[in-house]
């Protein structure tokens, strides 16, 4: 794995002389895309314009030229933003210069974690955080975003820092009394957004929006009539700097920042692989990690937060023909520009408009169609996402993940814990599940049953494995049972506790008359079996057929 690591690519694979005007061109599409939109995941996470907008300078740079995916887009992500500002609220007011420099080592953390899980090959962790839990967790994040989002549409004030409930209550009691200038700019920013990607959907409607906005915005004088805009954005370009906090508040940190890396972690290599595969390119799960947790350093020390991928980004430069990361170079460049030459510009953007550019961004994450078929294809599994779905909204999002996180452990040993087990046929495939037989059990030949357990044996399976053994012998009469074959083709490992149960299932088939063989065992499975001492003389077949044919009378 470390070696695998050092295998550097060249930088920016894909990117020839034929197609470099095309991905300049997807870059500019980019930076029209991003700008706007890190701008309102800032504001979601309760710090300034620029930690979004320094995101997509030196972190962008990191992960272009580390990363294996060609395509995935580095950048904070709406569930990031409601994570960051769920998990600091608590510790300082949204805002404030300390506030800041706690998202930033919240960022560090997350690359240290990302480069471990690197390092360590651990990315399969994310594969913990299945479909339904990211479908009701993130869904979850979603409807909070959005609930901000909208009081800022109404021009109603909320406190950002309360719960869902509490912002609920007081945009329910606000409503009443919008704000009919924030409704007017919102609205208009809304309609263009969404015919806009109807009828041209290649067109940079945010960054539209926003520049039609923040004009009409000036001439018409709206912070005179209680429009709130955007207000002095801090120029000059991104500088490195190590973050002053002390060491508990670094420890206090670690906790919201594993939760935000699993977040980005599950999502980031899923959406590299489906892109990789759909274009014909391969990827490496374990460089991306150690590509995230490069731009979440570099994120920290240059005053951005928390890095994550944007499907959204990434599908819009497949969608603009892009194959390599230059769009991401292309995009730092013009970024770096803006901040340092052009944040008057951003000054008097209306917050309605911003708001009504996340809402649009956010509204997808919360897809009602996929619970409806998740309703339809599995209710255990609804009840899941609709757990961590009530989990992120109203404990938060910290919690949340890691309710997801046990809901996910729940569900796997609910499945390992109770496998297919089967007798087999001559054929060697399965005619009859033990689990709920009634009557008796049919042999494999005259005197022989193959048994098949279609699972690791481990403590949650291993009284189920002893039920099952005892029930075929007892069922098909051990006067008329003179031989026993486990088949272990789908056994991989076996712990401690199951080889105690199966020490206590060999005496027992011993007082029954009945021999123990094993079939189809893998190596590495033979060892094990000799470590707790289970082999023991027993006759090892190559397959089924070979025990069959050997024990049959």
């Known amino acids: 794995m470390v070696g695998d690591l050092r295998r550097l690519p060249r930088v ?179 309609l263009v957004l969404l015919l806009g990607r109807r009828f041209a959907p290649r067109l940079p409607w945010a960054l539209i929006v926003l520049v039609i906005a923040t004009a009409v915005g000036f001439l018409a004088g709206i912070e005179q009539h209680g429009v709130s805009t955007l207000g002095p954005v801090k120029q000059g370009a991104p500088t490195f700097a190590w973050p002053a906090v002390g060491l508990s508040e670094w420890i206090g940190l670690v906790p919201s920042a594993l939760s935000l890396t699993m977040v980005a972690m599950g999502e980031a290599l899923l959406v590299a692989r489906a892109f990789g595969e759909r274009r014909g390119y391969r990827v490496n799960p374990n460089r991306d990690l150690l590509a995230f947790g490069a731009a979440n350093i570099a994120s920290g020390l240059t005053g951005g937060f928390t890095i994550g991928s944007s499907t959204s980004r990434t599908a819009a430069m497949d969608h603009a ?108 495939s399965p005619d009859h599940s033990l689990l709920p037989v009634e009557g008796p059990v049919t042999q494999t030949a005259p005197g022989l049953i193959v048994l098949r357990f279609a699972a690791p044996l481990f403590f949650a399976n291993a009284d189920v494995f002893e039920n099952a053994v005892k029930r075929a012998v007892t069922e098909a009469g051990p006067d008329r049972l003179h031989d026993l074959v486990l088949d272990l083709e789908a056994v991989t490992d076996i712990d401690i506790t199951a080889a105690e149960r199966f020490h206590s299932v060999q005496g027992w088939l011993a007082d029954q008359g009945v021999t123990l063989h094993y079939s189809r065992v893998r190596p590495d499975l033979e060892r094990r079996l000799e470590h707790f001492d289970l082999v023991g003389g027993r006759t090892l077949y190559g397959t089924n057929q070979a025990a069959i044919d050997a024990l049959e009378r």
């Open 321 to 428: 023909g892009s194959r390599t990361q230059l769009p991401a170079l292309v995009t730092a460049a013009g970024t770096l520009l803006l901040i340092v030459f052009g944040t008057t510009l951003l000054e008097h953007i209306p917050s309605p408009a911003i708001g009504a550019i996340v809402a649009v961004a956010v509204l997808p994450l919360l897809d009602v169609r996929e619970f409806v078929e998740l309703w339809r294809l599995s209710r255990f599994e609804l009840g899941i996402a609709v757990a961590c779905f009530l989990s992120a909204l109203l404990i938060g999002p910290v919690a949340g993940i890691l309710i997801a996180v046990v809901l996910a452990l729940i569900n796997l040993a609910r499945r390992a814990a109770n496998p297919a087990v089967d007798v087999l046929s001559t054929t060697a």
């Open 12 to 190: 920016l694979p894909g990117l020839t002389l034929r197609t470099l005007p095309g991905e300049a061109l997807a870059g500019v599409t980019l930076l029209a895309i991003s700008v706007p939109v890190n701008i309102g995941y800032a504001q979601i996470a309760g710090l300034p314009p620029t930690a979004g907008l320094y995101a997509l300078i030196v972190p962008a740079v990191v992960y272009a030229l580390v990363a294996s995916s060609r395509q995935l887009v580095a950048s904070p992500d709406a569930a990031a933003a409601a994570l960051v500002a769920a998990s600091l609220g608590g510790l300082a007011i949204a805002g404030t210069a300390h506030y800041l420099v706690l998202a930033m080592v919240q960022a560090i953390i997350g690359g240290v974690i990302f480069i471990l899980f690197a390092v360590l090959n651990l990315g399969f962790l994310a594969d913990f955080l299945s479909k339904p839990i990211l479908v009701g967790f993130v869904g979850g994040l979603a409807l909070d975003i959005l609930l901000s989002e909208i009081a800022t549409m109404l021009g109603v004030p909320i406190t950002s820092s309360a719960d869902f409930l509490t912002r609920g209550a007081e945009l329910f009691r606000g409503i009443v009394r919008p704000n009919i200038w924030s409704v007017v700019i919102a609205a208009g920013c809304l």
